[in-house]
């Protein structure tokens, strides 16, 4: 089993900046993938950004250019810049990683609690 806990988050300004972060612990063998996904009331949720074990980054088309992902493999920790936020950024903002517990384990997904992102004057 992977654990994945989000830190950060909170209320933020339009056109301010805000850091979210995620560590996973537990049995992990090998983590492909790691990112952000978020959901706001009544909306379906939504890829933010991913990053693989290799560093190939990718952004949904409304953050490209303001969001940042970064990741450590070493720690198992990924980590989510954001910077000129908006109203429509408010979101609940859950950790994702994709991958293995042990070499012959089949890749699973796995969740963090979630983040509250509030973005308001």
């Known amino acids: 089993q992977v654990n994945l806990v989000e830190s950060g988050g909170g209320l933020v300004q339009p056109g301010g900046s805000l850091r979210i972060s995620c560590a996973a612990s537990?049995?992990?063998?090998?983590?492909?993938?790691m990112g952000w996904y978020r959901q706001a009331p009544g909306n379906q949720r939504e890829l933010v950004a991913s990053?693989?074990?290799?560093?190939?980054?990718r952004y949904a088309a409304s953050v490209e250019g303001r969001f940042t992902i970064s990741r450590h493999n070493a720690r198992h920790t990924v980590s989510l810049q954001m910077d000129m936020l908006k109203p429509e950024d408010t979101a609940i903002y859950y950790c994702?990683?994709?991958?293995?517990?042990?070499?012959?384990?089949?890749?699973?997904?796995?969740w963090g609690q979630g983040t509250q992102v509030t973005v308001s004057s």
């Open positions: 994702y990683a994709y991958g293995q517990t042990a070499m012959w384990a089949v890749d699973s997904e796995y």
């Open positions: 537990g049995d992990i063998f090998r983590l492909e993938r």
């Open positions: 990053v693989t074990i290799r560093g190939v980054e």
